[in-house]
């Protein structure tokens, strides 16, 4: 866990993960109120949600029942840009290329 601000993968030492992305805690004892896999580093597909539900479960930490915000993320082909997919617009925000659909990290 780090600073909202600190890079995910210098966080976790280079390693790869489960899951990445931002969580907002809140309360005594703390909880998760808001949780996303928004990690420009990783880029994890939503799917990765049951490691990020089996952790905080482990540790005793209440949460929401899935992303509060779940992003898809793309790296293009013809520019290797990281793209982050909006409105089911599957081309490159760079050079306007196709996205794949299937992850691609």
Known sequence: ??????????CAGFRPVLAAGEMT????PPEVVGVTNQSTGYCPEPGCWGAVAAA????????????TAAFVFRRCP????????KDDWWRCAVCDAGLPRGWNF
């Open 1 to 10: 866990m780090a600073d909202r601000h600190a890079e995910h993968v210098a």
């Open 25 to 28: 805690f809140a309360g005594d």
């Open 56 to 67: 905080l479960d482990q540790a005793g930490v209440r949460h929401p029942d899935g992303w």
């Open 78 to 85: 013809a520019c290797g840009q990281r793209n982050l997919v």
